[in-house]
């Protein structure tokens, strides 16, 4: 199967240009993406141009990714409703050296290989050029009509907040992008969403008309959910591929939770699985979708290529300590740091150390927390069986919680019926 024969299969393939499979299947072809410097780390959305390079260099070719440093000071307009926030020297390169390390994780860069993988930051060409010298060497080639027959442009000139100049302009920055890489790395092909089709095709315009040379394209289509939701969005916001701005934990969780049919078109999209392996997983998921085989595939697959298989490891102990029957020693092997990843998002509260011991009752301790509104309901559900601290039934109303039963000798985890969890923090 040739590239954009994988691709197209795998749901990754939305628009192309005329040559482009026969360019790919006759050399090894340097071709490129770009990445917005926003944040200092890229989310989920930003997977999937990512797996197009790594789709790219499997099969023979060269990738290039291109981080914006001169075009995140602009902002790119396409299909957005408003201009963006201009982002200072500072933060854009906090943000430049983040989604570097990222994208160092998944690309070879080893410089024995002749299709190893580079990055390229725009900067670094456009510092130079004088406003002047742009408008009179490249602007010279694209006119205004070309321009605003962009879907993208059009959108924005007839909505209520117009486009300014600066925005105006990128789409002859971002093609001047590739065509500088086409004249100085010998780059064929750019790659993007399907929201970036206008830009990309201005580039291949502009090293046509200024290098007279051809160049190539295809994108990928935007990801949606099947309940409408945006792809990557969760109540907290984004989810992030930093592990100290979404916890591998709660990344599993968002590919787990899944719905059947997003599930069965992103495991296709996400992972690297063939075609015969995936068509089976369908097939027995199928059968049996009760058991989430296409979610739990996914999740694991995603997660061990993004963080590790030992933080996949750790993301399904998780799961296990949180909605499974695990024992006191599970939880009595976390270090602290697990332990506080494990309980994120669950209520926490403080009690005095000095009383955790002879002093306490479980159900005082209980109702003082907060964990039940009073010390009757506390005393009614630990009688019924419904109370556990670090995974052990609270045996009796008179039980009094002692230092030894602190984890790292300052936590206690208390779980009311099968899935409240409480973390008392003795202060």
């Not at 024995?112 to 004088?130: H, L, M, P, Q």
């Not at 907040?161 to 105006?168: A, H, L, V």
């Not at 100085?184 to 206008?198: A, I, P, T, V």
């Not at 309980?343 to 002879?358: C, K, L, N, S």
């Amino acid at each position: 199967m040739n590239l954009i024969e994988e691709l197209r299969w795998r749901g990754m393939l939305q628009d192309i240009m005329p040559g482009t499979e026969e360019q790919l299947n006759k050399e090894m072809t340097s071709a490129y993406i770009g990445f917005d410097p926003t944040a200092d780390s890229l989310h989920i959305g930003s997977l999937v141009p990512i797996l197009l390079l790594i789709h790219l260099q499997k099969a023979g070719h060269k990738p290039f990714a291109l981080i914006g440093g001169a075009t995140g000071m602009v902002g790119d307009p396409s299909f957005k409703a408003e201009e963006r926030k201009m982002l200072d020297e500072a933060t854009l390169q906090m943000n430049l050296a983040g989604i570097r390390a990222q994208l160092e994780k998944f690309l070879d860069f080893d410089p024995s290989r002749s299709n190893a993988a580079e990055i390229v930051n725009n900067y670094d060409w456009f510092k130079n050029i004088s406003f002047l010298d742009f408008i009179r060497d490249v602007g010279k080639h694209i006119t205004v009509n070309y321009m605003m027959s962009k879907d993208s442009v059009k959108k924005r000139i007839e909505g209520d907040s117009g486009i300014s100049f600066t925005e105006f302009t990128y789409q002859l920055i971002q093609g001047y992008d590739f065509y500088w890489l086409n004249q100085h790395k010998n780059c064929k092909l750019q790659m993007g969403g399907s929201d970036q089709w206008g830009n990309i095709t201005t580039g291949t315009e502009l090293i046509r008309r200024m290098g007279g040379s051809e160049a190539f394209a295809f994108t990928c289509p935007l990801l949606t959910k099947a309940d409408g939701g945006k792809f990557g969005k969760t109540e907290k916001g984004n989810v992030w591929l930093d592990p100290e701005k979404t916890s591998p934990y709660q990344f599993y969780q968002f590919w787990l939770n899944a719905s059947d049919e997003d599930a069965a078109k992103w495991i296709k999209i996400f992972t690297f699985l063939p075609k015969a392996e995936i068509e089976s997983l369908q097939q027995e998921h199928e059968a049996a979708p009760h058991l989430r085989l296409l979610q739990k595939k996914l999740a694991e697959e995603i997660t061990s290529l993004v963080h590790g298989k030992d933080a996949y490891e750790f993301a399904v102990k998780t799961s296990d300590i949180l909605f499974g029957n695990v024992t006191t020693e599970v939880i009595r092997s976390l270090t602290e740091v697990q332990l506080l990843q494990v309980m994120e998002g669950v209520p926490q509260h403080e009690f005095p150390m000095e009383r955790i011991g002879d002093s306490t009752d479980v159900v005082t301790l209980l109702a003082e927390t907060g964990i039940f509104p009073s010390k009757g309901e506390a005393r009614k559900m630990v009688q019924s069986g419904g109370v556990s601290i670090n995974k052990e039934k609270i045996p009796a109303i008179d039980f009094k919680p002692g230092a030894d039963q602190l984890l790292h000798n300052r936590y206690l985890l208390i779980q009311k019926g099968k899935k409240n969890y409480y973390l008392v923090k003795a202060v």
